[in-house]
């Protein structure tokens, strides 16, 4: 460390890096970076440029995660699906820079055609073109169906 920088400059040194277009999803819940990629379809094939923070320090959740998106702006269907695994989510829309406009996520009531029931005797998991239905609740989903009720690993059954 240098004379002119204090140990507290080196506390609060910035650990990802500025996007200059694009949306960064704040305040994941720790260790579920790699579901937000799934779900944004983000593998490494397209080139995207992606920067995450797994683990990291937070004042509101202790721990969180943390993906910035370059040159991407999420879809609405996007962020409902986000709101099942992350609900404590906040999306920052970045241009030049700047962070543009900001807003947590909103659980809907219900989303359709984003996750497959795990119940094998469900009519959605059948040859039977059935769109798969689940209510959100507040600790999970249950498939409208056949009221199979998923508290944990929601990220499993996205589609």
Known sequence: MSDDTSADDTAHELRVSKIRNGTVIDHVRAGQALNVLA???IDGSQN???SVGINVPSDRLARKDIVKVEGR???QEEVDVLSLIAPD???NIVREYEVTSKHRV???EEVQDV???PNAACITTEDEPVTSRFEVLEDGVRCLYCGTIVRES???LID
Do not use: K, N
């Open 39 to 41: 779900i944004l379809g």
């Open 48 to 50: 995207e440029e992606v």
């Open 73 to 75: 702006e999420l879809s």
């Open 89 to 91: 989510a906040t999306i």
């Open 106 to 108: 909103e659980r809907p």
């Open 115 to 117: 996750l497959h029931c």
């Open 154 to 156: 929601i990220a499993d």
